[in-house]
């Protein structure tokens, strides 16, 4: 069965760097776009990065352009979020989402942004 496993979150202060794994199985992962999603305590689930199935296109959420970086590894399975500049803002649980027939999503990975 499809399963997303993300990795990577934790506390981190303001202006710091986080790297976030999603490990993929049970689908052809180089088929399927994926994504990264954030939600906020008391705030919906707000899409933040995407890449194309062969990593040629991505896109970004005005809020994280220029400071997050969405890439895959396809020989592994893996997509990535990188995470510079961070702010207090960026607190959230950190979902990936793969978009096959359907939506797969991940359990989530909690990043805190905090001094």
């Known amino acids: 069965q499809v399963q997303l496993v993300e990795s990577g979150g934790g506390l981190v202060q303001p202006g710091g760097s986080l790297r976030l794994s999603c490990a993929a199985s049970?689908?052809?992962?180089?088929?399927?776009?994926m994504f990264w999603y954030r939600q906020a305590p008391g705030k919906e689930r707000e899409l933040v990065a995407s890449?194309?199935?062969?990593?040629?296109?991505?896109g970004y959420s005005d809020s994280v352009k220029g400071r997050f970086t969405i890439s895959r590894d396809n020989a592994n399975n893996t997509v990535y979020l990188q995470m510079s500049s961070l702010k207090p803002e960026d607190t959230a649980v950190y979902y990936c989402?793969?978009?096959?027939?359907?939506?797969?999503w991940g359990q989530g990975t909690p990043v805190t942004v905090s001094s």
């Open positions: 989402k793969a978009l096959i027939l359907r939506p797969y």
């Open positions: 049970g689908f052809a992962f180089s088929s399927a776009a």
């Open positions: 890449i194309s199935n062969l990593g040629v296109s991505t």
